[in-house]
């Protein structure tokens, strides 16, 4: 019995029965590399390495939600003062009232009550509340620990550092305060 030949139109797939086998081993390598060439070539290329990650500036939508924490912390802390049962800070008039001097520095630094009360620490804020504490007691009979109380809750002797630094805080930037009459 002869072998059966395979009956396809390429002659270099037709079995041959007098073919060695190396031949056969080779013509297997060609069209494995064939098969590979094919493949690389219909291949879709990898994907580009991912980039470096990019350390970005804090954006105003988190600078804005900041404040916007810090404001709401000092309400909270407001509410405690009342929860708590704090006796109430009384009102003097000797010239001003806290209120309007509150009101005054915090037109003139463009800032609103809740961001003079926050717990901040930027130069903007602390000169305006430094400029509170120096006013309130300049202008009017309340004691450090009321003017404390009323700045967020803070200590006196905080008021008393806010107080003693901005007359030298004004005098560096080159705007000197009148004396104490």
């Known amino acids: 019995m002869s072998e059966p030949q395979c009956t396809t139109n390429d002659a270099q797939y037709t079995t041959n029965p007098t073919r060695t086998q190396a031949q056969l081993h080779a013509q297997y390598k060609a069209a494995q590399e064939r098969m590979r060439a094919a493949a690389r070539r219909h291949r879709e290329p990898p994907p580009p390495p991912a980039p470096e990650p990019v350390i970005v500036p804090e ?3 988190v600078i804005a939600l900041r404040r916007e924490i810090d404001v709401m ?5 407001e509410l405690e003062w009342i929860v708590a049962g704090k006796p109430k800070v009384h009102v003097s008039a ?4 806290y209120q309007s001097i509150e009101r005054r520095i915090c037109r003139v630094f463009g800032m609103n009550r809740a961001e003079l009360l926050a717990n901040r620490r930027d130069k903007r804020t602390v000169l305006a509340r430094q ?3 120096y006013w309130t007691c300049r202008l009017t009979k309340r004691s450090l620990p009321e003017i404390g109380r009323l700045i967020g809750g803070r200590d006196h002797t905080t008021c008393l ?18 004396a104490v009459r």
């Open 161 to 178: 550092s806010g107080k003693n630094a901005y007359p030298k805080k004004r005098a560096a930037m080159g705007r000197f305060l009148r």
């Open 59 to 61: 954006s105003q939508v």
């Open 94 to 97: 000797k010239w001003h009232s």
């Open 73 to 77: 912390a000092a309400k909270i802390r």
């Open 131 to 133: 400029a509170v504490m």
